[in-house]
């Protein structure tokens, strides 16, 4: 066994550095290399818009070969797929589902979202698929992720309370997020992660066909929403959402990880709370 030195960690260094990793929200170790991920974003941006915007060099004149010369054939490179192709590919996936259950079924096959790769499983949904009103949310966390329902960590259960103080439960409402694969280390989806879950969400909400859509957070809101404002301005405010050749009523509100974080903003979000409880009542969803 080798002697540690005066420079080597002890035990409890060591218990203390793991200690300062999971309040600074890493959890999973993916590689044993720190990446840059805004770097690489960066970097599949930029080739996206060279393969969509940068003219082909142009073609040498064409030579004839010898006869006894064999033609070489080099060895075909492959490119990666440009955001439009995976959004198209999304589409298309989606659009044939003709139930929920094909839905999921589509998505488990659909490789175009790099947070496939990382997530433990495929988060799809929770709650009652019939039921009038659907909340969409941002990614699954550490918990969704292990169990394979949204919202089930402390941020679910603060939902469950909020749902439960206009009497409302999981089995009155149903339960998606923007993405349904967890982003590594519970991270906010990509622009290029969230536009390629968008289709399949687009169609889970046009097969729910809810009377009221709640955005949960600004990733929600501004993915689902024609706006950009911020959630000190959009909470609490309505929206026409438009999926499938019908209009849906939509709510911003407040994310419950973010309340959890600033719960002297509960109070926004009981307000919030309320109006959803009076536009029910005026709609007569009632249960």
Partial sequence: MPIADETSPDASALAQLLRWYADMGVDAAIDAAAHDRFAETAAAKTAIREQIHEPRPPRPPATRQPP???????????????????????????????????????LLAFDGCGLKATATQLVFADGNPEAPIMFVGEAPGADEDRIGRPFVGRAGQLLDKMLAAIELD???VYIANIVPWRPPGNRTPTPLEA????????????????????????????????????????????????????????????HPAYLLRTPAQKGLAWADLRALAKKMKTLGINF
Avoid at 212 to 234: F, N
């Fill in 68 to 106: 006894t010369a064999a033609p070489h054939k080099a060895k075909p490179v492959v490119a990666p797929l440009a955001a439009d192709v995976v959004v198209q590919s999304a589409a298309e996936a989606a659009a044939s589902a003709q139930n929920l259950d094909e839905l999921r079924a589509k």
């Fill in 170 to 172: 999981r089995s009155k």
């Fill in 195 to 254: 536009a390629a879950c968008l289709p399949f969400l687009r169609r889970q909400i046009a097969l729910v066909n809810p009377k009221i859509l709640i955005c949960l957070g600004k990733p929600s809101c501004h993915t689902l929403l024609p706006t950009k404002d911020s959630m000190m301005r959009l909470h609490g405010r309505w929206f026409d959402y438009d999926v499938d050749g019908f209009t849906i009523l939509a709510l911003a509100m407040l």
